[in-house]
Nanobody
């Protein structure tokens, strides 16, 4: 059974930081591209950051220079360090595991991030 469990969300003031974690089980983690997506109320889900199995990274323009994605294959965990948070970063953040060779994709349940004073 595949599980992606996100943690680390919460309420933070503008300019603050949060670190999200996503622990994966039931997959061969090192072969998967891992991504963080977010969905704000009334908006479509969007890609925030992606890290491939080869550790190449890609970021949405809106978070470049503020967010950093990383992975620890020994712990089957992907992280999203979020700095200089803005109110527009408020959303539910979802973890995604994608294996392009096997055409398999899995989602976590999401964690709420609220940036507000």
């Amino acid at each position: 059974q595949v599980q992606l469990v996100e943690s680390g969300g919460g309420l933070v003031q503008p300019g603050g930081s949060l670190r999200l974690s996503c622990a994966a089980s039931g997959i061969m983690f090192r072969f998967y591209s891992m991504g963080w997506y977010r969905q704000a109320p009334g908006k479509q889900r969007e890609l925030v950051a992606l890290i491939t199995s080869g550790r190449s990274t890609n970021y949405a323009d809106s978070v470049k220079g503020r967010f950093t994605i990383s992975r620890d294959n020994a712990k089957n965990t992907v992280y999203l360090q979020m700095n200089s948070l803005k109110p527009e970063d408020t959303a539910v953040y979802f973890c995604n595991a994608h294996n392009p060779l096997a055409s398999m994709s899995f989602w976590g349940q999401g964690t709420q991030v609220t940036v507000s004073s």
